[in-house]
T-cell receptor, first 114, second 116 residues
Framework: NAGVTQTPKFQVLKTGQSMTLQCAQDMNHNSMYWYRQDPGMGLRLIYYSASEGTTDKGEVPNGYNVSRLNKREFSLRLESAAPSQTSVYFC?????????????FGPGTRLTVT | AQKVTQAQTEISVVEKEDVTLDCVYETRDTTYYLFWYKQPPSGELVFLIRRNSFDEQNEISGRYSWNFQKSTSSFNFTITASQVVDSAVYFCALSEAGSGYSTLTFGKGTMLLVSP
């Protein structure tokens, strides 16, 4: 099992450009998440999908959109990148059954917006 | 107000010292889960432990131990005889019944530096 995979691993964008971060999991998890990590800020939730067909905003959703393509895949789109979106982005998945299970994280995508 | 507070931003110790990382949480729910994750310099996030609100027994796993105290809303993590490989950022997180357990709220993390 590959677990949670993310592509790309690194990306440099210019202000105003768009891009999509891809995430896939092969653990048959029903919940998926996108976080951003900035120095001194911990991990902040951008969007999540509790189950296939649903998405919800997290703590910092502005400037992002998501798509739960199927049970395995959950993508994050930046429509018009801004320097404030320079960050490390983590995707995670979880078998949602009350609170019993932990989240598994992908390796992260380091995004720089110039 | 932060739901999960890790007041120690950075801790430096010398190898073989014991170190405790503090985590204080805030919730109105009676049922919740607490987690610790480790992020080594390589960047990945590694799950360490999960604890539910009804189980206040301390847990020990090798050099790692966790002390959960509902009375003080704390879930502290102790590394005994620290090693250089323990150098990492450690995150505490909370999952609440009120949110359907659907999300985790993370603290800002504590960076642990263990020098030889």
């Amino acid at each position: 099992n590959a677990g949670v995979t993310q592509t790309p691993k690194f990306q440099v964008l210019k202000t105003g450009q768009s891009m999509t971060l891809q995430c896939a999991q092969d653990m048959n998890h029903n919940s998926m998440y996108w976080y951003r990590q900035d120095p001194g800020m911990g991990l902040r939730l951008i969007y999540y999908s509790a189950s296939e067909g649903t998405t919800d905003k997290g703590e910092v959703p502005n400037g992002y959109n998501v798509s739960r393509l199927n049970k395995r895949e959950f993508s994050l789109r930046l429509e018009s990148a801004a320097p404030s979106q320079t960050s490390v982005y983590f995707c995670a998945s979880r078998l949602q059954d009350r609170g019993l299970y932990e989240q598994y994280f992908g390796p992260g995508t380091r995004l720089t917006v110039t | 107000a932060q739901k999960v507070t890790q007041a120690q931003t950075e801790i430096s110790v010398v190898e073989k010292e014991d170190v405790t990382l503090d985590c204080v949480y805030e919730t109105r729910d009676t049922t919740y889960y607490l987690f610790w994750y480790k992020q080594p310099p390589s960047g990945e996030l590694v799950f360490l432990i999960r604890r539910n609100s009804f189980d206040e027994q301390n847990e020990i796993s090798g050099r790692y131990s966790w002390n959960f105290q509902k009375s003080t809303s704390s879930f502290n993590f102790t590394i005994t005889a620290s090693q250089v490989v323990d150098s990492a950022v450690y995150f505490c997180a909370l999952s609440e019944a009120g949110s359907g357990y659907s999300t985790l709220t993370f603290g800002k993390g504590t960076m642990l530096l263990v020098s030889p």
